[in-house]
């Protein structure tokens, strides 16, 4: 949902059988739009909290698949203007921090193509865009290919699910970013 809770954006099959963005209007009399539409697949919209900016995940993988490759990108909203790469190794299930100044994605390890790392990126977007060098905050310990932690409310604290790669020990570890010289 956008902040001011009038559009919906999501990802649906489209052309070729790839990914698309659409957003729905949800105060009435508004149709369903195209809001991106690239030469490979689009997924996983999220709106800045702002409400300015869209982050997605643009990266090759069929609308049948469920794997996906690619990188977190940003684009303006309420038209797609611009367009930003904000990992540089890949990276998925983006999240903005609640003030919209950070930015979080899970990127693959450099030489572990299994092991998952929890990435931070600095984020300006006035007077124009710029995004800081992303930095790995923790191992996520490949719990998997999902979404495995949040960002508390005021944007101080993550969470996230730790384990080994049996899975035979799992914990949830709740980092301070003042602990950790954020």
């Known amino acids: 949902f956008s902040p001011d809770g009038r559009s ?6 489209g052309a070729e059988e ?15 739009r195209v ?24 990266g090759e993988g069929e609308a049948t698949g469920n794997i996906a490759f690619g990188n977190t990108m940003m684009t303006r909203f309420p038209e797609a203007q611009g367009r930003w790469q904000i990992s ?16 979080y994605y899970i990127a693959r390890a450099e030489r572990d ?8 990126v600095d984020v300006r977007t006035s007077p124009e865009v710029s995004l800081g060098v992303p930095r790995p905050l923790f191992d996520l310990q490949a719990l ?4 495995n932690y949040a960002v508390a409310p005021g944007g101080h604290d993550l969470a996230a699910a730790l384990g080994n790669r049996d899975l035979d020990e799992r914990v ?11």
């Not at 949830?172 to 954020?182: E, F, H, L, M």
């Open 18 to 32: 790839r990914f698309e963005i659409w957003l729905l209007g949800l105060s009435g009399g508004q149709e369903p």
């Open 172 to 182: 949830v570890k709740t980092i301070d970013r003042v602990g950790i010289g954020y």
């Open 144 to 147: 998997g290919l999902g979404n």
């Open 113 to 120: 193509a299994v092991a998952r790392h929890l990435m931070e």
């Open 8 to 13: 919906l954006a999501v990802h649906l099959v």
């Open 88 to 103: 540089t190794r890949g990276g998925d299930f983006g999240t903005w921090s609640p003030d919209g100044r950070r930015f």
């Open 35 to 58: 809001f991106l539409r690239e030469s490979t697949s689009v997924r996983f919209p999220a709106f800045s909290p702002d409400g300015r900016f869209v982050s997605y995940l643009q």
